[in-house]
């Protein structure tokens, strides 16, 4: 979390352990901007929202997404189409 916050600029935490993740960082900076969704979508969604043209959108996991995807893969598959879907929409 301390890594997240001196070098982010801000993040979406999803899925089981989104609160969690969210509540230690906001313990580190109360002006950090920080979000807990439920889903990779709609966290990625925050994140498109939040950024500027240049900013980088980066998907690092720190806890499995079981209660969500089938494994690694399919999670990190599915930011792919999500991206995809996103850059090809503002085409």
Excluded: Y
Aim: proline share 2%.
């Amino acid at each position: 979390a301390q890594a997240i916050v001196a070098h982010a600029g801000g993040a979406a935490f999803f899925g089981e352990t989104a609160e969690k993740l969210l509540n230690v960082t906001t313990r580190i900076s109360q002006k950090f901007p920080a979000i807990a969704l439920e889903t990779l979508a709609q966290a990625l969604q925050w994140c498109w929202d939040c950024s500027s043209e240049g900013d980088r959108i980066l998907l690092s996991p720190g806890c499995a997404s079981l209660d969500q995807f089938r494994n690694f893969r399919e999670r990190g598959e599915r930011f792919i189409e999500l991206l995809l879907t996103k850059t090809m929409s503002i085409q």
